[in-house]
């Protein structure tokens, strides 16, 4: 038996497991539709966003609705920000350099927070997007979303944000904070298993996108907008993920989201408060509910606690790539875990 403690895949909840146990459903019918266009509402709520907002269900991991966001809103007429402080920031990099979409990168150190100064340095130079990832899941570092929108508001650029490793961990307001495209994806805060994404655009947005011809078959994002007006996807969507979906939609709106989103602070601020005293310290300047990021500074290397606890414990966290393997681990707090299985990793951590 393992525990994950890892930001996707996450432990699901098991009355969400046995809706992907059954036999599946044929999809091009009423009912599925139905049950589509329900999800459409549910994560519209959620995400805080007006009914004339615009969903696309995309069979992808996070990365393909990335890519679908940058293809569809963006050519070689624009120029836009990004934020890279890590691996998913750098993503958005390389998809603007492999489109040839004019951009500039506000390179952040390894958990530092985003100020404000870092994007008035770029006002009034013509830029037409700000990609921005909600929380850099690689670093742990989650960023100032309201002030990043009211800088895209004033200075009227189109405002993407991967919301992938934040959504249902922080607070989201997408329309009170400027944001124009919304990602999801389904294996983080959603508990549900990889495969699905999600792409919430607000009415203008849609329209941009509408408007501009795509260099993109599957990732024609206005294709998506106009099957969802009657509950469907252009393709064969993730038939069992999409009922999962649904079911934890729902799940999610009967409990309130800002409870689920209360209970994931509860977690992260309970497994902090229990690493006091640990050769341990927290590398990040601004933290999501979502995870924590932990260099060691005793005698085991990061690499090695993610070995031992995955071998010796059965508990699964997130080791790091490239140049943070060895100084970075970390820990998640999404997903259907509690307080009784952060004593248990509390428990192995104190035992290395
Ligand atoms: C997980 C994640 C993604 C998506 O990664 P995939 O492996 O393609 O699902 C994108 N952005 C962030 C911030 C993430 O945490």
Redesign the pocket.
Known sequence: MQKLFC??PVEMDREILQYGEGALPYFRTEEFSALNLEIERGLKELVYTKETSKVALLTA????A?EAAVVNLFDAKDKVLIVAGGG?GE?FVQLCVMYGIAHTVIRLNQGQALLPEHLEAYKNQGYTGLLL?????STGVYYDLKMAGEFCRREKLVFVV?A??SFLADPYFMDEWHVDLT?I?S??GLALP?GL?VIVANEGCAERIAAMPVKSFYFDLNQYFINMERGQTPFTPAVGILLQLHARVKQILEQGVATVIHHTHEMADDFRRQLQGMPLSIPSESLSNALTPLRPTGKHTAWEIFLRLKEEHGLIVCPSGGACKDTLFRVGHIGCLTKADHDLLIEALRAL
């Open positions: 930001v996707g991991s996070g990365s393909g990335m998913f993503r990832n909600a929380h850099e899941t991967d992938i490793s990602i994806s294996q983080k990889p994404s």
